[in-house]
């Protein structure tokens, strides 16, 4: 059972372009959401994460859009730039203290 | 301030060998968490360490097992390979059992022969 559902499999987008990554969940107790972003040969590292008292968080370039009612919580990368180009993995858990469940990830390409 | 180390980067092993890997904590933080991330799919949690015991284990079986020293680093031992146990392994530190403050490891890349 699948409880993270994240798409699409990969993303190619200009430089300039913005990058929209999707993920839904099934469990409504969950109430923590951070999105990582994993370059090769390197762990996870935290992007950014929201908790479901608000709808939208923004941290720089970053921003989260979170909708309780669709169990759905994008990435919204503006002004996508070739540094972007990784994998991005949306995770979820209940009150950031239990094991995080990772959706399948989405590999980014940012061309010039 | 240290992050989290883990040895060795890569490592290659017979089917039906045993494999131990080992993390080092980022100072501070007094858990350690295990995930494996085979190839294309997101991390999946194994087990969490707390306070030199396990906390909290995910769908593994008993081959897989750790240990937490008093350091608060850790070791994941895995017994008779197979070779669908290929994959990264990641270890995450974090505080006090917390998910939201976890600093994971560049992981290790064990292959099953």
């Known amino acids: 059972q699948q409880q993270v559902k994240q798409s699409p499999q990969s993303l190619i987008v200009q430089k300039g372009g913005i990058s929209i990554i999707n993920c839904a969940y099934e469990n409504t107790a969950f109430d923590y959401f951070p999105w990582y972003q994993q370059f090769p040969g390197k762990g996870p590292a935290l992007l950014i994460a929201i908790r479901p008292d608000v709808s939208e968080k923004k941290e720089g370039r970053f921003t989260i859009s979170f909708n309780k009612s669709a169990k759905q919580f994008s990435l919204h990368i503006m002004d996508s730039q070739p540094g972007d180009s990784a994998t991005y993995f949306c995770a979820a858990s209940r009150e950031g203290n239990t094991p995080l469940v990772f959706g399948k990830g989405t590999r980014l390409s940012v061309i010039a | ?113």
């Open chain 2, 1 to 113: 301030e240290t992050g989290v180390t883990q040895s060795p980067t890569h490592l290659i092993k017979t089917r039906g060998q045993q494999v131990t890997l080992r993390c080092s904590s980022q100072s501070g933080h007094n858990t350690v968490s295990w995930y494996q991330q085979a190839l294309g799919q997101g991390p999946q949690f194994i087990f969490q360490y707390y306070r030199e015991e396990e906390n909290g284990r995910g769908n593994f079986p008993p081959r897989f097992s750790g240990l937490q020293f008093p350091n608060y680093s850790s070791e994941l031992n895995v017994n008779a390979l197979e070779l669908d146990d290929s994959a990264l392994y990641l270890c995450a530190s974090s505080w006090d059992r917390g998910s939201d403050g976890y600093t994971f490891g560049s992981g290790t890349r064990l292959t099953v022969v």
